[in-house]
C-alpha cells in the first residue's frame, strides 16, 4: 500500500514538472511570445528588428540601445536581424516577421527607395512598422506607424556655419574642399551632402570632389589617399561620420601632411563618437556633428504611444548636439533660431557612452 502511495507520489511529481518544463519553453508561433513566470503566464512584445549592419561605432551603440531596451526583463522579445548592408537582406527580414506575426517591426533601412512592396505587405499584415535613423521614400506614408531620427541636414547646416565663422575668422583666402560621401541613398548621407552643397554655393567654396567613403575607415582611407594625389591644394574635408575622419586622417599622414588648426588640412565630421569627440579635443578634427544613436528609449515610447492611441506626431527629431575644437563656445543663428557649439573638454569626452 505504501510502496502505491509513493509510486503515485511520484507519478504526480514528474508530471508537474513535465508540465512546468513545457509551459516555460518559449512558444515563438503566436502573436505575442508566451512564456511562465513563476508559474503564472506572462506575454512578451516581439520585435523583429532589422539592422543596416555594423559599418560604424555609431552603428554599434544604435545596436546596443535597440538590444538594452527590448530585453524580456522589460517585456520584449526582440529578434535582432543583421543586414549587413543588403537592402535584400533587410526585405528578407521584414517578410520573415511577417511570416512570425510580431508585434512591431522596427527597422533602420540602408538607403531610403524601394520599400514599397514589402512595407505594403508589412500593412495587409495589420503589423505596424516604426523606421529608425534613414527615412524610406515610399508613395504612401500610412505604410509606417512613425519615424524616429536625426535631422541630418540640420546637422550639416550646423557644421557649415561653424566652419563659415572659422574660414572668416582665420581669414582664409580660399576653400578648397573634398567630401568624403556616407552610403550613397542613405538619409544621412543625402542631408549631410545637401547641406555641404547649398553652403559651398553660398560661400564660394570650391567644392573639389565628392566621392562615397561608405561610412567605414578603410574605405575612407582609400578615397582620401587618391583625392591627395588628385588635388594639392585640399584644405579642408568633410568627412559625413567619425569612422571616415579616422581613416582620412591616417591617409593625409601618410601623404605627409598635417590636419588641425596650424596644419594643412582641416576636418569636419558627424557622430561625435567619444573617439571622434577625443579627436576634436586635440584639434586633429575641428568641428563634430552629434549624431544620436540612442534610438531604443523613444522606440519603447512610441510602442506604447501606439497602444494608448497617444501618437500625436509621425515624425521626431532626436536632440543633438555641435561641437568645435576652438577654445570657446560659440553661438550660430539657423533659420531665425539660436543654437551653442561647445567647445570640447575632457569631462565631455570621458562622459561619452560610446
Ligand atoms: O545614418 C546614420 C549614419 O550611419 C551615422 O552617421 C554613421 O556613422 C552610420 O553608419
Known amino acids: 500500500m505504501r510502496r502505491k502511495i509513493l509510486t503515485t507520489a511520484i507519478g504526480v511529481v514528474l508530471a508537474a514538472a513535465i508540465l512546468i518544463v513545457a509551459v516555460s519553453m518559449v512558444e515563438l508561433s503566436g502573436k ?3 512564456i511562465w513566470k513563476n508559474g503564472e503566464k506572462d506575454s512578451l512584445t516581439t520585435i523583429g528588428f532589422s539592422q543596416v549592419g555594423a559599418e560604424s561605432d555609431w552603428r554599434s551603440a544604435n545596436s546596443i540601445s535597440m ?3 527590448f530585453t524580456p526583463e522589460r517585456g520584449y522579445d526582440l529578434i535582432f536581424e543583421d543586414a549587413k548592408q543588403k537592402q535584400s537582406d533587410q526585405i528578407k527580414a521584414i517578410r520573415k516577421f511577417i511570416q512570425q506575426e510580431v ?7 540602408v538607403v531610403e527607395s524601394g520599400w514599397d512592396t514589402v512595407l505594403e505587405e508589412a500593412k495587409r499584415a495589420e503589423i505596424p512598422v516604426i523606421i529608425i535613423d534613414r527615412k524610406v521614400a515610399v508613395k504612401d506614408s500610412s505604410l509606417y506607424a512613425a519615424w524616429i531620427g536625426s535631422n541630418f541636414y540640420l546637422e550639416g547646416q550646423k557644421a557649415c556655419k561653424v566652419m563659415k ?7 582664409i583666402p580660399e576653400v578648397n574642399i573634398v567630401n568624403i560621401q556616407g552610403t550613397l541613398g542613405a538619409t544621412s548621407q543625402i542631408g549631410r551632402t545637401n547641406a555641404l552643397e547649398d553652403a559651398a554655393q553660398k560661400y564660394g567654396w570650391n567644392l573639389l ?4 567613403g561608405e561610412y567605414t575607415e578603410a574605405k575612407a582611407y582609400e578615397v582620401m589617399s587618391k583625392m591627395l594625389l ?3 591644394d585640399i584644405n579642408f574635408v568633410y568627412c559625413e561620420n567619425d569612422n571616415e575622419a579616422f581613416g582620412a586622417i591616417d591617409a593625409i599622414r601618410d601623404a605627409g601632411k598635417t590636419v588641425g588648426p596650424g596644419g594643412d588640412i582641416q576636418i569636419i565630421s558627424f ?12 584639434r586633429e578634427i575641428l568641428i563634430n556633428g552629434e549624431c544620436n544613436p540612442w534610438h531604443g528609449e523613444y522606440v519603447e515610447k512610441v510602442i506604447h504611444m501606439l497602444e494608448t492611441n497617444e501618437l500625436w506626431q509621425k515624425e521626431m527629431y532626436v536632440p543633438e548636439e555641435t561641437f568645435y575644437s576652438m577654445p570657446e563656445d560659440m553661438q550660430i543663428m539657423l533659420g531665425g533660431k539660436e543654437y551653442t557649439v561647445q567647445t570640447v573638454t575632457e569631462s565631455i569626452v570621458q562622459k561619452r557612452e560610446y
Open 32 to 34: 505575442q511570445t508566451e
Open 67 to 69: 538590444k538594452r531596451t
Open 103 to 109: 508585434d512591431y517591426i522596427v527597422f533602420s533601412p
Open 165 to 171: 565663422a572659422y574660414v572668416d575668422e582665420q581669414q
Open 209 to 212: 570632389e565628392q566621392e562615397s
Open 230 to 232: 588628385e588635388h594639392d
Open 271 to 282: 557622430d561625435a563618437t567619444r573617439e571622434g569627440l577625443r579627436r576634436t579635443l586635440h
